[in-house]
C-alpha cells in the first residue's frame, strides 16, 4: 500500500512523478498484467508497490482527499485570518499600511 498520507501544513509534499512504463521496468508490468489477468488483484497491487513503479489506482484519489481535506482544515480552522473589512461612517485618520478607505 503506498502511502497517502500529507504533512501539510507543517512541511511542503513530495510531488508525485507519473511516466510510461520505461524498458526496463516492462518485465514488471508483464509480470503485474498477467496477475491481473488471472484475478489476483491484491497480490498485483502489492507487486507493484514493492517496485519504482507508479501507478493510478485507489491511491491516487485517496492522496488527492488528504491533501484537500488538510488544506480545508487549515484554512477553516487552523490560521486566525485577520478582518479583511470594517465598517465605519467617517474616515479614520490613522490609516494602517496596505489599507485604504472607501
Known sequence: MKDYSTVFPDDVDKLCFFQDVSIDKLPIMDQYNEMIAIGHYSDASEYLNTHEISFYGAWLLNMLQERLIAIENYIVH??????????????????????CWT
Open 78 to 99: 487552523g490560521t486566525d485570518k485577520p478582518d479583511l473589512t470594517t465598517y465605519n461612517d467617517i474616515e479614520p485618520t490613522d490609516k494602517e499600511e496596505g489599507y
